[in-house]
């Protein structure tokens, strides 16, 4: 199944459920903006995929953080 058209977000995206959704989403041509309370964490996240033989050029990462009010 090509699904380049659409995006997923996936919340905790350095959660061990949450790398197995991007993982599965990436194999089937989602494109993937994952969330993280800190941006610091995006390299390991994206090694732990790498080495898992995926692509990681429709991923993405963005910072959420829901005890901070800011935006």
Do not use: P, W
């Not at 390299?43 to 005890?67: G, P």
């Amino acid at each position: 199944m090509e699904n380049n058209q659409h995006r997923v977000l996936v919340t905790g995206a350095s959660g061990y459920i949450a790398s197995h959704c991007i993982s599965e989403l990436l194999k089937v041509g989602y494109k993937v903006k994952g969330s993280l309370r800190d941006l610091k964490r995006e390299s390991q996240v994206r090694n732990a995929l790498i080495n898992s033989d995926l692509n990681d050029y429709n991923l993405e990462f963005c910072k959420l953080d829901l005890l901070i009010d800011e935006g």
